[in-house]
């Protein structure tokens, strides 16, 4: 089961997930910038300051070849060694188990529960034929992922990984509400969509430790879309006008909740 840690942004991502069969030691592997952490069940149980030597060591791991970060690494990996080998830790096996057993049932709830909430359907806009408009023209109609509006206000459009209720990763594509426009032209929205699955196809780089998202490469693809100097002109002179009047407005909640509530009726 995985959780997700991010302790700066320039940071990279750092996804641990527990695995009772591990005993004795933890497994990293870097994927586009982010690092996939398996640890034994027992770590579930570790206090904050066992969680941040284990992501200073992920952290440090990056760079191994560096002498200061070597001996740093020494440093953090006793504390973990530590706690992994004391003797408090014998904890009965039926317990962690229970534990475990919950654990799963709670995370693939609040993953079922999260799905639910995407609606590609905005107030004026749909993402759905956008992105399959988008796929058709650029990726043979081949991207998956799921998509939605940011809830508030916010100007920032993104592409992120989630997990389903059965732990299968999944790209989630979520555009700025200030996209969700009567007068918006596909080809605008087509921009901001195109933009976010060029994440899914070009990931980000990692040189020095850290981590790059529009790469060189990235920046050519993007240049592709046909309205691309359209979209950028509209993203940033529009967009945030556009903004700024819907923050004036109150949020359209109440209308929303009482159509849901007309709705039970
Ligand atoms: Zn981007």
């Known amino acids: 089961m ?17 695995n009772p069969r591990r005993k004795g030691s933890w497994l990293v592997t870097w994927k586009g910038g982010q690092a996939h952490v398996e640890l034994p069940l027992i770590f579930r149980f570790a206090p904050s ?18 002498a200061k970060n070597k001996l740093l690494l020494k440093q953090w990996e006793s504390i973990i060694f ?8 014998a904890i009965d096996k039926k317990h962690l188990e229970e534990e475990w057993r919950l654990f799963n049932l709670k995370q693939a709830q609040s993953a079922r529960i999260r799905k639910n909430r995407y609606k590609p359907r905005g107030n004026h806009q749909d993402l759905t034929p956008v992105f399959s408009w988008i796929n058709e023209m650029f990726f043979n109609s081949k991207l998956e992922a799921q ?16 997990k389903d209720e059965k732990g299968k990763l999944y790209d989630l594509i979520c555009i700025s509400r200030g996209y969700d426009q009567p007068d918006m032209t596909k080809e605008i929205l087509g ?11 070009i990931p980000p780089k990692i040189a020095e430790g850290r981590r790059f998202i529009h790469t060189p490469e990235f920046k050519k693809a993007e240049k592709l879309y046909p309205w691309y100097k359209d979209w950028v002109d509209w993203h940033k002179n529009v967009l945030p006008v556009k903004l700024r ?4 407005k109150p949020l359209k909640t109440k209308s929303w909740l009482s159509l849901k509530i007309k709705s039970l009726f």
């Not at 530590?82 to 830790?89: M, N, Q």
């Not at 921009?191 to 196809?201: A, K």
């Open 82 to 89: 530590g706690y992994l080998r004391s003797p408090h830790l």
């Open 191 to 201: 921009g901001v969509v195109y933009h976010e699955c060029l994440h899914i196809v």
């Open 49 to 66: 300051e066992i969680d941040n030597a284990l992501m200073q060591w992920v952290t440090l791991s990056q760079n191994k070849r560096r």
């Open 2 to 18: 995985w959780h997700q840690l991010n302790l700066f942004e320039s940071e990279p991502q750092i996804q641990l997930c527990y």
């Open 245 to 248: 009047n819907q923050k004036r």
């Open 147 to 162: 998509l939605t509006w940011t809830r508030g206000w916010s100007g920032t459009s993104y592409h992120t990984q989630r």
